[in-house]
């Protein structure tokens, strides 16, 4: 089938606040064939894919991904396959290339899952998508207090699993990150499993991390989370030295197999977290499930939006069943929420990837309308880029 | 000094063609405070570093470049560290945001360099920019008889190294690949310098570029630039077990110091090639040069767009007099020859920074103003980003 449209839908909250939830506001992208219609979203900042999408070319290898889309036969996932290398050297030189892209190839896995009449599990080989146990991600709250009373609200809603992150944590004196920790840890009960995301806040520094090991060991936190920036990988091989039961966890910014790779063999990290809105799309995230596995490392899927991201992100590893966990947004914003006519939502604290063929959400047309912003970019007196009708 | 205002000129040429010449277009950004003008210049792809410049924010951790530079006090090199740090953790989850900021760090060194009335080589703390051979950097021509001609015409103009890439080099037979780099081998001369630059063009297939290092050794070429893709470390380490004399060169992708660290220690390349136009700006490519430094490897600048991006580049390893050699763009547009008044031009086969306050060049106005493009963007009714005065 030809691909005959692409079209970019920039969704956004009333106000955007200045807090580490990704569910604010959300990028989009619809293909079209025939009757078929196939749905994707782009991590992070919709203007600037939205302006990845569209630019002008500055030379052969930094041209915009809506040329190399449109008129592409997709029949078979080895067409996507090829789609994808060739906008990645055709955009090599754009450093949001992945980014925007990601958005389109979940788009077109779900439109060849519709064409097929197949789940997009399915056509990446696996025969099952097994059930993965949900952590519910939050913020860390302003108090420890606070923090224990949210981990509270978790467990009583029958999840088994929490991750806090971000807010202050690491930020002040390593005897508050302690008190957080341990509230964490009573809120969530001793059975639960316990997950702390420092969001990078060390930069690179090895002996910040380091101080605030012991805590996080007394409370069997099973990962830390991107403790450094995530490409600084001889800092993650350092702490990795010091970690006694804590395993080190990070990836969510990789934007290909390679940075992945680079943080399982030279980093040392034993979870691998992977956006499929960022990397590229499915196609990349499954090859990672597939090194991971080999080596050995858990892979999770990174989600901190809708819950279309939510199902893209557990697609590549849905048939992995020893990699049993996967990030699941709690705390989201209406639009995030509302998405998708049917949420995922874990019964017996588990959930289940839909079984209907593409990735087995509907888009709610309605909410698409309601969070709509109007967008222009012109260009030496040519409209390039005007939002589109839903 | 406060920085009062930025502004980003997208320039072009009046075609962009399909081919690997980087200086088509430029993205050139002014920075003010007071009396006093500071410029720089992105790397890449102008339209998607305008939208990473004005968009508005996702998150806190996904927010533009514009907000954070305005109002900021730069007194000290220090200043424009702090900066950065706080650039790339609150763009943390764009890609682009390197890419666009590097334009504005080069810019607010120049403007350092003139309020202190330094050039920016001593504000990094070298007492001297030493000669540095200027390689011809060119695309490598149809026929092996045409690359020929390009080489003697190089040669005959005074330069003793030369580099030849991209076109159709590494696409076709073997042995095609042998007869272009004889016969740039040629027309160098034996006593010239001889580079070549794979262009990326085989992917991670290690295969592929080991079949054409026999005849690169032959003819002597110093080093073999991006054979692969530049995160596919793995692919270079194992290139490097086959290579007897030619050493292995890449990093123009590297956004920050990291990826550059991971080619030297992951990948074994010995010459590290680094853009201050993507990398972040000079201090980032300065921080590089000095750990190839220590790890004996060479650092080398990437340019292939303009003269202001051309001193932007060398300046971080101006005071490095063992890294001799340098990118020179050779076969550049009008647009990029004509935007600084006096280009740096070799003088006995050299080439020598500017001795003036901060980048010590002179950028020609009507330059811009010939090649200026107008860009609007409007969200949600309100007027973005539109292309400013000159």
Redesign the interface.
């Known amino acids: 089938m030809k691909i005959e449209s692409v079209d970019f839908f920039y969704l956004?909250m009333p106000v955007?606040?200045?807090?580490?939830?990704?569910s604010?506001?959300a990028l989009v992208v619809r293909v079209r064939s025939g009757d078929l219609t196939g749905w994707g979203e782009c991590?992070?900042?919709?203007?600037?894919s939205?302006?990845?999408a569209?630019?002008?070319?500055?030379?052969?290898?930094?041209r915009n991904i809506v040329e190399q889309v449109l008129g592409v036969e997709i029949n078979t996932p080895e067409d996507i396959a090829v789609l994808d290398?060739s906008v990645?050297?055709r955009g090599?030189?754009?450093?949001?290339?992945?980014?925007t892209f990601s958005g389109v190839e979940i788009a077109l896995w779900d439109l060849l899952g519709k064409k097929r009449e197949e789940p997009v599990f399915q056509l990446l080989g696996y025969d099952t998508a097994y059930p993965k146990t949900p952590y519910a991600s939050l913020l860390f709250a302003e108090t420890p207090d606070k923090t224990y009373q949210a981990a509270r609200t978790v467990q009583s809603q029958g999840f088994r699993a929490v991750k806090f992150g971000?807010g202050g944590y690491g930020r002040g004196a390593v005897e508050n990150d302690r008190d957080q920790v341990h509230a964490a840890r009573e809120g969530i009960g001793l059975d639960g499993t316990l997950l702390v995301d420092a969001?990078?806040v060390w930069?690179e520094d090895v002996e910040a991390a380091r101080q605030r090991l012991a805590a996080l060991e007394e409370v069997r936190v099973t990962w830390l989370e991107e403790p450094f920036?995530g490409?600084?990988?001889?800092a993650y091989r350092e702490l990795k030295g010091y970690c006694k039961t804590i395993k080190l966890a990070a990836g969510e910014?990789s934007?290909?197999v390679?940075?992945a790779?680079?943080l399982i063999?030279?980093g040392g990290v034993e979870f691998i977290q992977i956006d499929a809105g960022?990397v590229g799309g499915i196609a990349p995230a499954k090859i990672i499930a597939d090194y991971a596995l080999a080596k050995n490392v858990t892979f999770v899927n990174h989600t901190f939006t809708t819950h279309l991201a939510l199902v893209a992100s557990i697609t590549p590893f849905a048939g992995v069943q020893s990699a049993e966990i996967c990030e699941y947004p709690f705390q989201s914003t209406e639009l995030a929420k509302s998405l998708v006519v049917d949420p995922v939502a874990p019964t017996n604290g588990q959930i289940v990837l839909p079984e209907g063929p593409g990735l087995g959400v509907e888009l709610d047309l309605g909410t698409i309308s309601e969070f709509l912003?109007?967008?222009?970019?012109?260009?030496?007196?040519k409209v390039?880029y005007r939002t589109p009708l839903v």
């Open positions: 956004k955007i606040r200045d807090i580490g939830d990704g604010q506001d991590e992070a900042s919709p203007l600037v939205i302006a990845n569209v630019c002008p070319p500055s030379h052969s290898a930094c290398q990645r050297a090599m030189d754009i450093a949001q290339t992945a980014h971000w969001g990078t930069g920036i490409n600084a990988v001889h910014g934007q290909d390679f940075s790779r680079h063999d030279a960022r912003v109007d967008v222009e970019i012109k260009f030496d007196g390039l």
